[in-house]
């Protein structure tokens, strides 16, 4: 029901009793019939409305017009037996008002085809009109709405079957002989061969002059716009019924201009005793009619397109396409109802200063959310549940009065007994609101209503995959020294599973850096859980000390000990930033782009081995790369570079290309840029890194500690003598020598076989690392008391430093200081 927001309100009877009234004052208007229903779905609430009138056999009620969404979605037949149980052949037998519930349709045999959801069914007689004495018939109405018809809507309901007043029997239409020509306007089609004979000026809307027509369906098909030839199909295909429920509209082709519209009405005729099936009907110009809103079909187009609407942004997008023009709104806006406050989605304009200033001063980022509170006609709106239309010079609240000084419409869209959000429409100019305009925004509202429940819970589950994808990927990259890297995850569009794909960069020792990405074969959590693993495996191998290829062997054998059905393919690089060179593996996955500092691109030609997970004893070959300052190195998985209309090699050439062409100072513009046009039908993990070379480059050197009972006091010496020949003055030494001296004597003493002490500097930072063959890591004492003798070495290791650790490396471990030399 849409109510007058106005201050002088009449109750839902009276106002639709008037609207009848004007309808039926005009009993030759050929769109009378529809007319009158379409009040049952503006003041009674109903989805769709259906008047049945008896047939030319006597023995059933068939339908004869239709207003609302198409029947077919709740099950309604094209005829009803009157002997039978239905609530149509009840009502009309017993002239009385029938009214049944979901529990009671569930019972009721003849609506078995209704759908799964609730819904409530009113049959109503309908009473013989002041034009046909003998008229006669039924008014059926389904409503969604948690409550059904109340008592207004079916006082309501008997008010537009009395208005009806169709003329009956509803005899067939005329069957003209076999080779007489049809009426002006009409057509006759043979279901079983596609023969159609169609009169002369149906013929002039085709553009096809008569001796040119061979009388084959397919020939008038041909000329129709491809993106209608569905719904014609489902006409002129003999395994379809009649379509004379609902009005189909087409677009023909013309030589130049836009296409035509043209309205097609037909009744399908039963064959018997040799006679085949036959399709009867008009087809009628309608061109001069399409700037109307009452048209059934831009619902079933809304319908459609609301039927394909992944998002919650889909669905905003859809309502606007299908209100915005044919209501000549100024401006249309869709939101979503969260804890009291509306979270627009789609705004049509999209520029702030088109919307309130309040809107504009609760604008987040892209769109603004107001609170539900400061416009309390809304919420009083919202709260009903039924649509509003407040025409020009009501008293509003600035908020809303701002949206359409015209006239304005708030359409609560409603699912599953809530209100989901809300969608609102707006007029600058005095806008007049006739009743065709009320039943397209009453449908509409319905189904937006449940197409933005489905499109809401899919955008959760969504955001719950790309949060679960999200923990499983590194939440930031670290800061590389002479190198700037980028990446970016985008999952598939098709489907909620989790995908396999992933990236790292995993900082090394002696300024070296691992650049890993990969895919696990799949989208599952089964694939998400060997990610993590994989992922977690390659680091801890590399953090080891060992080369790419043996992470990477390493990483295939684990997979193999896991037992999983699933392979894994990647890229690992390891670059040393000091030098710009660079060891690349693939194992199965694509290879790197590199682009040189000239721009030019070259897709890296490495040897590549099978993917992890196939072969025990495979090999891994390593590819040496040479990266000079101002190169950008580009790994990517093949969601960006293969799909079903994309083979590999052509990808991987568009995107050297793309990034040949790209500004590589700016490396998150680039990452955007290549995908921007990406298909999305699976994963994409894209990892740019551009190497800058670096400003210093450190000082390092070495030394193998002799296993001797001075072997501290050697090693004191030579880190003095390097110290000393870079620069450091005595002054600076004693904290570095202090850890030399407490981190070799702990090697020498705790474990067996070689020790190495490396020192290396840069920018007055100075890091002493001590490698031996035990993997235990020293451990801090937690309590030291005075009659202790040992155990205090790494607690003055832990005092002097700026920072100390110990990684594993091949089989040991490095202890680690680092000191500053300037402080």
Request: net charge negative; charged share 25%.
């Amino acid at each position: 029901m849409v109510s007058e927001g106005s201050a002088e309100r009449r109750t839902g009877p009276v106002r639709a009793e008037i609207a009848l009234k004007t309808i039926t004052a005009d009993p030759a208007s050929p769109e009378r019939v529809r007319r009158t229903l379409e009040q049952a779905l503006v003041f009674a609430g109903a989805s769709l409305a259906a008047v049945y009138t008896p047939g030319e056999d006597g023995e059933s009620l068939c339908l004869a017009e239709s207003a609302g969404v198409p029947r077919t979605l709740y099950g309604l037949r094209e005829s009803y037996p009157l002997a039978g149980r239905s609530p149509a052949a009840d009502a009309h037998r017993t002239g009385r008002p029938v009214w049944r519930g979901p529990g009671e349709l569930a019972d009721c045999a003849e609506s078995r085809r209704m759908p799964a959801r609730d819904v409530h069914l009113a049959a109503v007689p309908v009473g013989e009109g002041p034009q046909s004495p003998s008229a006669a018939g039924c008014l059926l109405a389904v409503s969604e709405r948690p409550g059904g018809f109340d008592a207004d809507d079916r006082s309501c309901l008997e008010l537009v079957a009395e208005a009806v007043a169709l003329p009956v029997p509803a005899a067939a239409p005329a069957v003209p002989a076999e080779g007489e020509a049809p009426r002006a306007g009409a057509f006759n089609l043979a279901m079983d061969t596609g023969r159609v004979a169609v009169a002369d000026d149906i013929l002039e809307l085709f553009g096809l002059p008569r001796e040119e027509f061979d009388g084959r369906v397919e020939t008038l098909l041909g000329l129709t716009v491809p993106e209608d030839l569905p719904s014609l199909m489902s006409v002129v295909e003999a395994d379809h019924l009649s379509v004379g429920d609902r009005e189909l509209e087409f677009r023909v082709l013309q030589p130049a201009g836009p296409p035509r519209w043209l309205r097609l009405r037909g009744r399908l005729l039963p064959g018997g005793d040799g006679r085949p099936a036959r399709l009867l009907g008009t087809v009628a110009d309608v061109s001069t009619l399409r700037d109307e809103v009452t048209d059934v079909a831009r619902v079933q187009r809304l319908a459609a397109a609301l039927a394909t609407a992944g998002t919650v942004r889909d669905v905003g997008q859809a309502v606007v396409a299908a209100l915005r023009g044919p209501l000549r709104a100024d401006r249309i806006a869709l939101a979503e109802l969260e804890n009291e406050r509306l979270v627009v989605t789609v705004l049509d304009p999209p520029e702030p200063e088109s919307w309130p200033e309040l809107w504009q001063l609760e604008w987040r980022s892209e769109w603004p959310d107001a609170p539900v509170r400061t416009m309390p006609s809304l919420a009083a709106a919202l709260r009903e549940g039924r649509a509003r239309i407040w025409p020009a010079g009501t008293a509003l609240e600035p908020a809303l009065a701002e949206v359409g000084p015209g006239g304005l419409a708030v359409l609560p869209l409603a699912a599953g007994g809530r209100t989901a959000g809300a969608c609102l429409i707006g007029w600058d100019e005095p806008h007049d609101f006739g009743p065709d305009e009320r039943a397209l925004l009453t449908a509409s509202a319905g189904l937006a209503g449940e197409a933005l429940m489905r499109a809401h819970a899919f955008d959760a589950e969504h955001e719950l995959v790309g949060m679960l994808q999200r923990q499983l990927l590194p939440r930031r990259l670290p800061p590389l020294p002479g190198a700037t890297a980028v990446a970016r995850y985008l999952p598939a569009t098709a489907g909620l599973e989790l995908g396999g794909d992933w990236y790292d960069v995993i900082p090394l020792p002696d300024h070296h850096v691992a650049l890993v990405i990969g895919d696990v074969q799949g989208h599952s959590a089964g694939a998400a859980t060997l990610m993590g693993q994989m992922r977690t495996a390659l680091r801890a191998y590399a953090a080891e000390g060992h080369p790419p290829d043996v992470v990477v062997a390493h990483a295939n054998r684990l997979l193999l000990e896991l037992e999983t059905d699933l392979f894994v393919t990647c890229c690992y690089v390891d670059v040393g930033m000091e030098e710009g060179t660079a060891w690349c593996v693939r194992a199965g996955h694509p290879p790197p782009v590199l682009r040189h500092p000239d721009g030019s691109t070259d897709i890296v030609e490495t040897d590549g081995g099978p993917p992890l997970g196939v072969v025990t004893q495979a090999e891994f070959p390593m590819t040496p790369l040479r990266l000079l300052p101002g190169a950008v190195l580009a790994l990517t998985t093949d969601g960006l570079v293969e799909s079903a209309d994309l083979d590999i090699t052509t990808g991987l050439d568009r995107l050297a290309h793309e990034l040949s062409v790209a500004d590589p100072a700016h490396l998150g513009l680039v990452a955007d840029a290549l995908l921007g046009n990406a298909h999305r039908g699976d994963d994409i993990a894209l990892l740019l890194v551009r190497y800058d070379g670096m400003a210093v480059k450190p000082l390092r050197d070495g030394w193998t500690v002799w296993r001797v009972p001075e072997a501290s006091r050697h090693a004191r010496r030579f880190t003095r003598r390097t110290l000393r020949a870079w620069g450091v003055t005595d002054a600076l030494m004693d904290s570095a020598l202090l850890v030399v001296s407490e981190l070799v004597t702990n090697a020498l003493v705790h474990t067996g076989g070689q020790v190495r002490l490396d020192i290396t500097l840069i920018n007055q930072r100075l890091r002493v690392a001590v490698t031996d063959v035990s993997p235990r890591t020293p451990v801090k004492p937690t309590d030291l008391g005075w009659e202790a003798t040992g155990g205090r070495g790494i607690l003055l290791v832990e005092a002097v430093s700026e920072a100390w650790g110990t990684v594993p490396v091949s089989g040991g471990k490095q202890v680690w200081s680092e000191l500053l030399l300037e402080r």
